[in-house]
Each structure stands twice: as structure tokens, then as C-alpha cells.
């Protein structure tokens, strides 16, 4: 192999402390072997000019690993790799190819060098490279961007005419309060304060959305029962009909199936020419709601009333059959067909109130006896296999008799709500006491409140049935 002589360079300038030959003999002398694992080597003169470059005669300068390494940073091996051993010629070293395991050849002693001046294993080109910390100061490779989920781009081109909605366009303000000295300070600030409704109109607004939610296409059918007269089963019914009818959107009717003389009709507004009697007999030739209205009475209120016959020896007639005529045609034209069932369980329009009742309320007055007899219709309606009605029952204890009473309400209450699970307790109103027509403006809030309160606990058991 034929060396080319190159011109010797001159003197190095020296960037390190000066060190004195005896002090770099005991220093290798301490360390027992020189850098990289090799036997100690005599510490040359650095102050002579020979020992700083190789010159023809085969003279070697020594330059340590460390001395490299103070001068680059400590992630960067370019000084490393700029190691040059004497005597070797710039023109000779060999060109180290770029990419992962390929070396070219002649370059296998340089790498091994470079890998045992830093002091690491050997590259394994089966193994991943260990990632090599960046210098202080230098730029982080960039990172490839992800969209992040739910990140929307805007769409190219025009907008269609169905991004013009009202919650993008239209500036939303807060309603003003419906009542009490919020709605006054509203006022008299011009609109400037607004604290918003109490939380009492919040969970009354509540109660109204829920007795607003649909029930299906099919027809649902809910009994009034009582075993004992003159505990206000009729004045529950109508009073549950008015507001179910208010509030919803679909249809509503109350149905009067007192086998005796009902006096739905009188508690409600309006009047019909005709009576569920009459509509049994001409079942055949209903074939529309417009018929069908006119057998029906509403006067003041969106509660269809069917009323029934005034003259009770006629009345006594309606049995079972015709409760199922006059329910199958209701059926078709009504979401909820509420029921004011006779005093009593074993008249014979009961069996087919219970076979299609989807939920039950039960009406007790505030006496002894009217609660007892209220929770012994529970005990008739288990003892008759009707445990599902049982367990979405509503008891309605309703105060007819005004608050001046003995009898303590709260033990009647805590009894029925161990037997089933929603109770309501209807305040005495002057206006119920009239025994006329119901009038929902004409009732007290704490009896309004109770009435929503009663149609939102039916809705919610009739939307799991």
C-alpha cells in the first residue's frame, strides 16, 4: 500500500490548560490504562512543536477522547468522528455511507473506534438504535401533526341554505320572571337585573315538560278507584283530565263508567246530546272523529267528556261489553282514556277496567275509614293477581274535609308509601268544595301545583308500561 506524504501542518494552537510532562505521566500512571481501553502511553512533551502533528518520521500526537469531547457538545459524536489518527492521511479515510447498518468497507475500524471512544456496545443491526439525546439549544425534530378527534374543517365552497338556523343567527336573551318580587325588580330595573325564576317555577316548568312526553302510538288506560262514595274520586278525575289535557298535545278523554247515576258530567264544562249508552248503539256507525265528537262534550276546556245516562235504571245497563265497545273506539282516536269507575271492585264494568288499565289511581279521603278502605283495595287488587297495578298505583289523599282535622295525614301517607310508590296529597280548595264545574284558573297554586304534580307521576308510569 503505497502512502501518500502529505505536507506537514504547522503547530497547533493550544486551547487547553498547559500540563506539564510529569503531570500527565502520573496521571496515566493512576488511570492504569489510556482512553478506550488501550495500555498507558507515555505522555509526550506538549510543549514541543514535533509532538503537536505527525511529520514524515513517524512521530504521533496524542489527543485524548476527553479533550474532544470538552470541546463539542455532549450529544453530538461529530468531534469524535473528526479523530484522526496520525500518520494517516485526510485523502485515505474511508467514506461511511448513510443508512441504517451499511457501513462501506474499510470503514468497520473507524466505527469501532468511534463506538469505543464514547464508551458504548457495538451497534446490533437486528436491534432498534437507542435514541441519542439532543445538544442543548438544538431544534426538536418536528412531530407529525394529528387531527384531533372531533375537529371540524370549514367546508369548501358555499354554505347550503340549511346552515342558516335560528341558534346561529338570533341573539338569545333570558325570558324575564313570571312572578313575584323578581318579576317587580325586572320591571323596575327595565329589564337590566334579571335573577331568573325561582327554583320552585323551575321544578313546576319540570313537571310540565314530563306530562308532555309521548307515550307511543298505542292507547293508554287509566281507572279512578275508590270503594267508598264521597272521597272525590269524580273531582280527581276530572281534575288528572283538565291537566293531561292542557299540557299534551294528543288527545284526551274521561270516561264516566258508573254502572249508577255518574255525575262526571256535572263536574266538567260542556255538554252532549248523546251518552256512552247511546254510543254503544251506534258503534257500528262511528267510523271518524268528527262522529265521534259528537257524543262527546267540551266547553272551556281540551277534555273530551263521555258521559253517562241520567236515569240510573238506564245507567245500570252499561255492563262489561259495553265498557270494551266503548274503549274499543276510544282507542282509535285517543292517547289516554281515563276512567271513573263505580264505587266498588265486583260490579261488572271492573273486570274489563282492570284487564286494560296500564296504570291505577286510588283516591282515599283523610278519615280512618276512607284510608282503611283505600288500602284494602290494594290487598284486592294482590289477592286478585294484579300485583303489576299495586306497584304502579298512585294514592291521591285528598283533603275535602280542610287541614282542621285529628286525624294525622302523615301516618296515612307513610302507610301507603310503604305499599306503593308514588303518593299525592291534594290540598282543600274552596273551589272543589263547590261540588260545580272545575275551573283550573279558579284553584289555588298549592292545588294546581298538587293536580300537575299527580299527571306527571301517571305520564311517568305510563311510559313503562
Do not use: C
Not at 417 to 430: A, G, T, Y
Amino acid at each position: 500500500m503505497t502512502q501518500t506524504n502529505t505536507p506537514k501542518p504547522g503547530p497547533r494552537p493550544d486551547r487547553s490548560p498547559s500540563i506539564s510532562q510529569d503531570s500527565a505521566a502520573d496521571v496515566a500512571g493512576e488511570a492504569g490504562t489510556g482512553p478506550g481501553g488501550m495500555p498507558p502511553v507515555d505522555a509526550p512533551d506538549l510543549s514541543s512543536s514535533d509532538a503537536a502533528g505527525a511529520g514524515p518520521t513517524g512521530d504521533i500526537s496524542v489527543v485524548t477522547v476527553s479533550d474532544a469531547q470538552d470541546r463539542t457538545s455532549a450529544g453530538s459524536l461529530s468531534a469524535v468522528n473528526g479523530v484522526v489518527q496520525p500518520g494517516t492521511a485526510t485523502a485515505a479515510m474511508p467514506v461511511v455511507t448513510a443508512g441504517p447498518g451499511t457501513v462501506s468497507p474499510g470503514a468497520a475500524g473507524v466505527a469501532a473506534a468511534n463506538t469505543e471512544a464514547v464508551g458504548a456496545e457495538p451497534a446490533n443491526a437486528d436491534a432498534a438504535e437507542p435514541a441519542i439525546p439532543a445538544a442543548p439549544g438544538a431544534e426538536a425534530p418536528a412531530e407529525e401533526v394529528k387531527d384531533l378527534p372531533g375537529r371540524r374543517e370549514k367546508p369548501e365552497g358555499p354554505e347550503p341554505a340549511a346552515a342558516l338556523t335560528a341558534d346561529r343567527l338570533l341573539t338569545r336573551t333570558a325570558a324575564a320572571p313570571v312572578a313575584g318580587w323578581r318579576r317587580w325588580l325586572y320591571q323596575a330595573t327595565f329589564g337590566y337585573v334579571n335573577l331568573g325564576d325561582s327554583d320552585q317555577v323551575r321544578i313546576q316548568r319540570a313537571m310540565e315538560h314530563r306530562i308532555a312526553t309521548r307515550l307511543g302510538e298505542r292507547t293508554r288506560y287509566v281507572p279512578v278507584l275508590s270503594r267508598k262514595g264521597g272521597v272525590g274520586k269524580t273531582t280527581v278525575t276530572t281534575l288528572l283530565g283538565m291537566v293531561l289535557a292542557e299540557l299534551r298535545e294528543d288527545r284526551v278523554i274521561a270516561m264516566d263508567a258508573n254502572p249508577d247515576r255518574g255525575t262526571l258530567s256535572d263536574r266538567s264544562p260542556g255538554r252532549a246530546d248523546f251518552t256512552a249508552r247511546q254510543l254503544v248503539k251506534d258503534r257500528f256507525t262511528v267510523n271518524s272523529f268528527a262522529q265521534l265528537s259528537n257524543y262527546t262534550a267540551r266547553d272551556g276546556s281540551r277534555l273530551d267528556v263521555l258521559a253517562s245516562d241520567t236515569d240510573p235504571m238506564v245507567a245500570h245497563a252499561f255492563d262489561d261489553a259495553d265498557y270494551r265497545a266503548v274503549t274499543d273506539i276510544l282507542g282509535r282516536y285517543y292517547s289516554i282514556v281515563l276512567t271513573d269507575s263505580g264505587t266498588g271492585m265486583v260490579h261488572s264494568v271492573m273486570k274489563g277496567t282492570l284487564e286494560k288499565a296500564d296504570a291505577v289511581v286510588l283516591v282515599s279521603g283523610g278519615s280512618v275509614d276512607e284510608a282503611r278502605l283505600a288500602s284494602e283495595t290494594l290487598s284486592w287488587l294482590e289477592a286478585h293477581g294484579r300485583q303489576d297495578l299495586v306497584a304502579k298505583a298512585t294514592v291521591v289523599i285528598n283533603m275535602a274535609a280542610g287541614n282542621r282535622t285529628l286525624v294525622n295525614i302523615d301516618e296515612i301517607e307513610q302507610h301507603f308509601l310503604s305499599r306503593v310508590k308514588n303518593v299525592v296529597r291534594i290540598p282543600h280548595d274552596r273551589h272543589l268544595a263547590e261540588g260545580s264545574r272545575i275551573r283550573l284558573s279558579q284553584l289555588k297554586p298549592a292545588t294546581r301545583a298538587a293536580a300537575v304534580e299527580l299527571a306527571a307521576l301517571v305520564v311517568d308510569e305510563l311510559q313503562q308500561s
